[in-house]
């Protein structure tokens, strides 16, 4: 059993900072060759965040783009999302996840990842 453990959320005033971690219990699940950050705001559809493949390969929402970098770190099998320039809209819980199958190109949508974690809420205010 795979076990998942997301962290570093908080309640942040608007403009601020916060990083996330993702951190997983078996190399398997981390060494995917796609992991990535997704969020759920209430009342809304899950949506993806950024991903990251195995060679180090990136992409982003557009609504996060310039502002959200992920990033890996393989000697504590750790996955990051550091988030700047926090918006009231990027009010969710935010959850980590890795895609099973290797994909030619990582996706956004959250169909098809492996969900493992609790998330971490992360809330904005204006």
């Known amino acids: 059993q795979v076990h998942v453990v997301e962290s570093g959320g908080d309640s942040v005033q608007a403009g601020g900072s916060l990083r996330l971690s993702c951190a997983a219990s078996t190399y398997t699940y981390y060494s995917a060759y796609c992991m990535a950050w997704f969020r759920q705001a209430p009342g809304k559809e899950r949506e993806g965040v950024a991903t990251y493949d195995s060679v180090g390969s990136t992409g982003y929402a557009d609504s996060v783009k310039g502002r959200f970098t992920i990033s890996k770190d393989n000697a504590k099998n750790t996955l990051y999302l550091q988030m700047n320039n926090l918006k009231p809209g990027d009010t969710a819980m935010y959850y980590c996840?890795?895609?099973?199958?290797?994909?030619?190109?990582?996706?956004?949508?959250?169909?098809?990842?492996?969900?493992r974690g609790q998330g971490t809420q992360v809330t904005v205010s204006s």
């Open positions: 996840a890795a895609h099973p199958v290797r994909l030619s190109e990582c996706y956004l949508r959250p169909g098809g990842y492996n969900f």
